[in-house]
């Protein structure tokens, strides 16, 4: 049963497959470096599930943050490094530092906080090797809801109603139920900030 931090991030190092693509990653040496969202939340989601096979994302997505080179053209080049090492994986890169631009966002202040602002709970999560070599997981707003199944939207996708939308449109789109039928979506009507847990 998984309960903490510790438990996730004792799962993630016991997958070979997963361990293999963050170490892959973390051989770009990027600043600010994460592997987040499906990649962390599906393999909680499949072991609370039981299920014996991998359930298979359409990306695996490496953020990080340098305000220094905005080019996205060395994104795709960074992809093609990955690809060349692992090309099995549908590798995604991107640099936080021109996502909010593309997001129509405020701009984000580091990696962390723009995986605070992804739609969903349960999506922000985020995990690499640091230079020590250990698994690092970080889950700006718990892990709570992704452990108990709980799909609920960031605060930040609480604030307007056009945010809201975002969030609705997005779950009708991924239509999670049908692969992991125990979790529970909620509207994001019913959340206002102060119902988060901090």
């Not at 039981?50 to 905005?70: A, C, K, P, S």
């Not at 060349?84 to 580091?110: C, E, F, G």
Request: with cysteine.
């Amino acid at each position: 049963m998984l309960k903490n931090k510790e438990d996730v991030i004792k799962l993630i190092r016991s997958d070979e497959k997963m361990m293999e693509i963050i170490t892959i990653a973390s051989t770009l040496n990027l600043p600010d470096w994460w592997i987040c969202a499906g990649f962390v939340r599906s393999k909680i989601w499949d072991t609370l599930h039981g299920f014996n096979e991998r359930t298979e994302t359409q990306d695996v997505d490496v953020i990080y943050f340098d305000n220094n080179n905005l080019d996205e053209n060395y994104e795709k080049d960074l992809e093609k490094k990955l690809v060349s090492m692992m090309p099995t994986i549908p590798w995604s890169v991107k640099n936080q530092a021109r996502m909010h631009i593309i997001n129509d966002l405020p701009p984000y202040t580091s990696s962390e906080d723009a995986i605070s602002r992804f739609p969903e709970t349960v999506t922000a999560l985020g995990v690499k090797l640091d230079k020590e070599n250990n698994l690092v997981l970080t889950a700006p707003w718990g892990l709570e809801d992704v452990i108990n199944l709980e799909v609920k939207p960031t605060p930040y996708f609480t604030e307007t109603k056009e945010l809201a939308a975002i969030y609705e449109q997005r779950m009708i789109k991924k239509n999670w139920q049908s692969i992991w039928h125990k979790i529970k979506i909620h509207n994001s009507i019913d959340y206002k900030i102060k119902s988060f847990y901090f």
